[in-house]
């Protein structure tokens, strides 16, 4: 390697450095995103097996209104009013039962949250509980190609450039770096196979997770070795006395 990262010249250094950091906020923000999403799935804060599977596997058992109100929306309405609206949905949720005997309850329980003016889905409309009174199926197919694309692209160009910074590391072995900056593309790609296949069966969350993880890991090992090599390790070798000039020499690239 004609360049290594320990002597590239400061302004590179700043310029790769700045990258990464940025970058690495970047990651940070996304996990939050990733907790604030899919990881309140359950209802519960931080990311879970269940998480993984409400989200992409759906939760076929039951609607989402069911879900809810056997859930967090309990306290809002007493047993009887929750299992007519229960039964409602059961039966096919058809409108002419909804207009004569689930709006009242709805409008008395619900709408002072669920209303035209706030931020939760408006239950004044019959659509907007209908929709949540079918199965939940998980993510859509639609959703799943809108995320799937995005991915493939945004992310690829991260770790492009994180792995170009990496290819200047000398402290590793060139297998284990080859190793290390075709990892994440890797874990990329199971990650998002296994979007697709814990739709299609609940088994597969695990390899969400370890997919995700695995993506992360790299990112962090090819992070910190590069931010060690660029700014401590040079200090290391800084020699002890006034011998700058033989220093400076170090610090030059070899030639050939
Ligand atoms: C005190 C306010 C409040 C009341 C009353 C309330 N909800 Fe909610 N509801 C919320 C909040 C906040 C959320 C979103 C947070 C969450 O998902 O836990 C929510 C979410 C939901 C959702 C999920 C919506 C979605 O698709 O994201 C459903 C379904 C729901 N409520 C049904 C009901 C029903 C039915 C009632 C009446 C029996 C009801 N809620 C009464 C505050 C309320």
């Known amino acids: 390697m004609p360049y290594e990262l320990k002597s590239l010249p400061l302004s590179t250094k700043v310029l790769f450095s700045s990258y990464l950091i940025i970058i690495a906020i970047g990651y ?9 999403t899919h990881g309140m799935a359950d209802t519960k804060f931080g990311l879970s097996i269940e998480d993984i599977v409400y989200s992409y596997y759906g939760h076929r058992s039951g609607s989402k209104l069911e879900a809810m109100l056997n859930g967090p929306m309990q306290p809002y309405a007493p047993p009887e009013e929750r299992f007519q609206i229960i039964q409602w949905v059961r039966d096919g949720a058809s409108r002419t039962e909804y207009e004569q005997a689930i709006r ?19 239950f004044t409309r019959f659509e907007e509980v ?8 998980g993510a859509t197919v639609q959703s799943l190609v809108r995320v799937t694309h995005v991915h493939l692209f945004g ?3 991260i770790f492009m450039f994180v792995g170009i910074i990496f290819c200047f590391a000398s402290g590793a072995p060139e297998p284990l770096k080859a190793l290390a900056v075709a990892m994440p593309f890797i874990f990329q790609l199971t990650d998002i196979a296994s979007w697709w296949l814990t739709k299609l069966s609940p088994y597969f969350a695990w390899l969400v997770i370890a997919g995700g993880a695995g993506m992360a890991m790299s990112f ?7 931010m060690y090599e660029m700014w401590i390790l040079p200090l290391k070798y800084r020699p002890q006395g006034i011998q700058t000039e033989s220093y400076l020499r170090y610090l030059r690239p070899k030639k050939g």
Do not use: Y
Not at 104 to 122: A, F, L, W, Y
């Open 104 to 122: 009242p309850i709805i409008e008395s329980r619900c709408v002072m949250c669920h209303g035209p003016n706030s931020t939760q889905p408006d």
């Open 220 to 226: 962090v090992f090819m992070w910190i070795v590069s």
């Open 155 to 157: 992310i690829s160009f």
């Open 28 to 36: 940070f923000v996304a996990v939050l995103q990733i907790l604030f």
């Open 130 to 137: 209908q929709k949540r009174a079918v199965t939940d199926t």
